[in-house]
């Protein structure tokens, strides 16, 4: 008997071959559904990263593939070749940037389909002195409290949809602190 095929009885009249490690999947993924949705929202937290790494590195062909085909930005509604002209105007006017943020928040719909997150962050050019958030990473409040009034500020939502496997941005919303706070969604 192979080691990873089990035979299995006659059911309804047909032979069945389980493989063993899918078997196993369904029963972990079964037994602990906290755990795989967890794992869905650091790879989430890692696309931000990614995407902040892509920005800083003016990436924009890199910045679009992490979009669906139907991507929305607002304010305003903006397509992917809009946000493509728009970000390419925003970089030549920044040059060389770091984008710093705290933790992104992010919730997985019940399906494990969708997903949403928010990311509050500045942008400093790459020579300007920036307040000492390292430690503040996990506590995106006193992120805020601490780079509020020495740079600029905004939050970015974003609505994700899984297709074919991968997490891709289906919505986004950048709305700038207005010093009384971010404006109503």
């Not at 071959?17 to 650091?42: M, N, W």
């Not at 992917?80 to 992010?106: D, K, M, Q």
């Amino acid at each position: 008997m192979s080691p990873v095929l089990t035979f299995c009885p006659r059911i309804g009249g047909r032979k069945f071959f389980l493989l063993r490690p899918a078997l196993l999947g369904v029963i972990l993924s079964l037994v602990f559904p906290s755990c795989s949705k967890e794992d869905e929202a650091e790879k989430i937290r890692s696309l931000i990263k990614e995407g902040a790494e892509l920005a800083e590195k003016h990436d924009l062909s890199g910045l679009i593939k992490c979009t669906t085909e139907d991507f929305l930005a607002q304010p305003g509604k903006h397509d992917r070749r809009e946000v493509r002209r728009i970000l390419w105007f925003a970089f030549n006017h920044y040059g060389h940037f770091r984008i710093i943020y705290p933790e992104p928040s992010v919730d997985l719909g019940p399906e494990g389909r969708e997903a949403s997150a928010r990311v509050y962050f500045l942008i400093v050019k790459k020579e300007q002195s920036t307040p000492q958030v390292k430690d503040l990473y996990k506590d995106p409040k006193g992120w805020i409290e601490e780079v509020g009034d020495t740079a600029d500020l905004y939050r970015l939502s974003l609505e994700w949809s899984k297709e074919k496997g991968d997490w891709l941005v289906k919505r986004a919303l950048l709305e700038p602190f207005r010093g009384t706070g971010f404006s109503v969604q």
